[in-house]
């Protein structure tokens, strides 16, 4: 087959790590006889630089144009000053809304080699397989009113959590069809004890649940699923929760998996590209040294073979071969290793170009 796909590499350590999952994917159309066209445009704090923009709307038409989107990270130091008028972040969030990508899929697998890798007991982490479904265009990062005022002689600030009905369906609904392929449990997060939002979420959790009475619904308020993930993080298989709980709640359940620099991501709309990035950042510390761990990214592009192209093989041969080198001991710095992050990926290419098929 052929495919258009638009890399979003950004700041910091992105370019480096795109540049792997590029090749990695570049082995994967070579082995299967697929051939990806990749065009590159700038977005984030590289955006602002070039263009006076994080994201130019010719890259955002792009992106829309393309059968996928694959992003490195956004973000730096250079560009945190609180007054200035445009962020890196801001382009992000206006990429995920203008692709309409509601859905933020993190899967978050701990490999049995790295169960050291994770500061938790080793008998927590055996068989964790957690699927986070994260809203991804509404809640708090999108509610409206939102700024800055004087009131009352002070000066305020105002973040809006705000969702509608069709908001969180449409993402329950996801979480509900995505439980059917697995362990059939559906674990909603919310704070319904405290908000309203959530009072709704899980009205409408019970409503969707009813559609599904081969899939078990529990709801947990998000203190208690923070407390879940470290304490007993087996026993979840998919959970579904709003925009901010699913930001805080997958960087902590990163720590599972040895090393953020592991995890993927996909962010799914009702059609159209997806967009697919590692839930790291931009590293600043380690950028350009050649050193960050290429995999979060891989894993990336993994997904989407298997969400944007219908290539589930494909997906499964490079998510395999990624799974054969942490086996065989590849380690990057963040795993305690030296390798870098292109041996890393010659490592995999090796294993998936070895494997049998
Ligand atoms: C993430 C990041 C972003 C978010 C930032 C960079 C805006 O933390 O993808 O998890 O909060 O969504
Ligand atoms: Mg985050």
């Keep these: 087959m052929q495919a ?21 994917l570049e082995a994967v159309a070579s082995l299967f006889g697929h051939s ?3 065009t590159e445009r700038l977005m984030g704090g590289c955006s602002i630089d070039t263009f006076g923009t994080s994201l130019t709307d010719e890259t955002l038409a792009d992106c829309q144009a393309a059968d996928a989107v694959l992003l490195g990270a956004v973000g730096g130091p250079k560009w945190d000053d609180p007054a200035a008028k445009d962020r890196p972040e801001r382009g992000l969030l206006a990429l995920r809304k203008g692709l309409g990508v509601f859905a933020n899929l993190r899967p978050v697998k701990v490999h049995p080699a790295l169960i050291d890798s994770s500061p938790l007991k080793p008998e927590k982490l055996h068989g964790v397989d957690i699927l986070v479904i994260r809203e991804l265009t509404g809640g708090l990062y999108f509610g409206w009113p939102k700024g800055r005022d004087v009131k009352d002689g002070r000066e305020r600030a105002v973040d809006t959590l705000e969702y509608y009905d069709y908001e ?8 509900f069809r995505l439980a059917a392929g697995r362990k059939k449990k559906v674990t909603s997060v919310d704070k319904a004890n405290v908000l309203e939002s959530s009072r709704l979420w899980r009205q409408i959790a019970i409503q969707v649940g009813a559609q599904h009475p081969e899939i078990t619904l529990e709801h947990v308020l998000v203190d208690t699923a923070a407390m879940r993930l470290i304490t007993g993080p087996a026993w979840m298989d998919v959970v579904v929760t709003e925009n901010m709980f699913g930001d805080i709640l997958t960087d902590e359940a990163s720590v599972l998996a040895g090393s953020m620099g592991m995890l993927p991501s996909a962010s799914l709309g ?3 590209p997806g967009l697919y990035e590692p839930i790291h950042g931009s590293a600043p510390d380690i950028a350009g040294k050649g050193i960050a761990n290429p995999i979060g990214t891989i894993l990336s592009a993994a997904m989407l073979l298997r969400h944007s192209l219908s290539l589930e093989t494909e997906a499964a041969t490079l998510e395999q071969a990624v799974a054969q080198a942490i086996h065989d001991g590849c380690r990057t710095a963040d795993l305690g290793g030296s390798l870098t992050t292109r041996q890393m990926t010659d490592e995999i290419i090796h294993h998936m170009r070895n494997a049998e098929r």
């Design 4 to 24: 258009n796909i638009v890399l979003l590499p950004g700041d910091g350590i992105g370019p480096e790590v795109v540049a792997e999952a590029v090749r990695a």
């Design 36 to 38: 990806f066209v990749f």
């Design 168 to 175: 969180i369906r449409r993402v329950l609904e996801l979480a």
């Design 270 to 272: 009702a059609n159209g």
